[in-house]
């Protein structure tokens, strides 16, 4: 009844205001909303559940060379659902990929999976409006993503990972659906909708961001965080995400550590190295940098995921959700191997290309 009433009224608003009249008729919108409206009668919601999260590639995806984020007006106007509640994520894709949409009901643990049909894109408006929703999307799956039931019934969980029922989006979708499920926060969500998953290594980074902001935080406006980022792995992302320090910006150096100097760091300290990162006041030119360690074997050990022999595609899923409440404990897992002061001329050698950073600070 709830569901009707919102029909007619968005009905009514599109005939009184043109704007929305002519929304209603492009594509993407159309694709939008549609989803939204099969995703509402598979897991059975009404607008306003609090219980369901969406994803998208929305906005990030072209269709017919124009790029998409009307979907995602079409699903809010249709479900309520948006990114100001936290309950609506644009996942980061290469523009080339096929548009999808992806909605989770935390209170039953199932997730459907839509996918746009290429060949529906060239049909026009009303035509494609009274198209089953089978001819509109290539794959609609529907399937179980709660990580403790599917840890419990693995046979049902294989057929999502082999059989690709989410077209190859699984491990990013079903760990994003997880830790919203227990919470996690706004910013948390955004580092990892742009890392394109969620993953172990992800929540380092962020662990290290609320780490380097209890050790050495942010006291002015002249103030910014440069990641020399070696080794590099996902935890860059999370630092563009939330820190703004990007390599176009001059705030994040990526450079590969060779496995040898990691491994003689690891026996040095005790923990794998994890970057630098420095704390550069631009108006004084000087600053503050930390060597980081980070200890993962730990993480792996109390997230029980240390010689797993459970199913293939559990383990990092497992140490995603294992490690949320780590995030106010960082303490624990990352170290201090070298606290050192900045200037100009070092902050220089630190980030030129050529020179290891840990020889230029004399840890190697
Ligand atoms: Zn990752």
Known sequence: MKKLAYLVILTLCCSILPGLALADSD??????????????????????DENILALTNAGHALIKGETTERALSGITNVTGLQNGNGNLFQVNRPNWKPLWFYFYNKKTGLAVYMEVDATTNSIKGEERKALDADKVFSQISLMMVDLDKMLARPDDANVTFNKKKFSGNEFSLIGLSNVWAKGASYDF?????FHDHLCPGVTSGYMIIKYMEKNLPITNASETYIDIGSPNWCKEDAFQMIWDSTPGKNSEFVMALSAEDEAALKAKYGTRPAGIIIRWNDGAKKGTGIALGFDFDKVSDETRVTNWTGPSWAPKLVEDIGMMPMVDKTEDYITTLKEFPVDEANLTKLKTAGNNPYKVLGML
């Open 27 to 48: 594509l993407a919108y159309d694709l939008g909303s549609r989803a939204a409206t099969v995703a509402m009668d598979l897991l059975k919601f009404e607008p306003g």
């Open 189 to 193: 969500m955004n580092a990892a909708a």
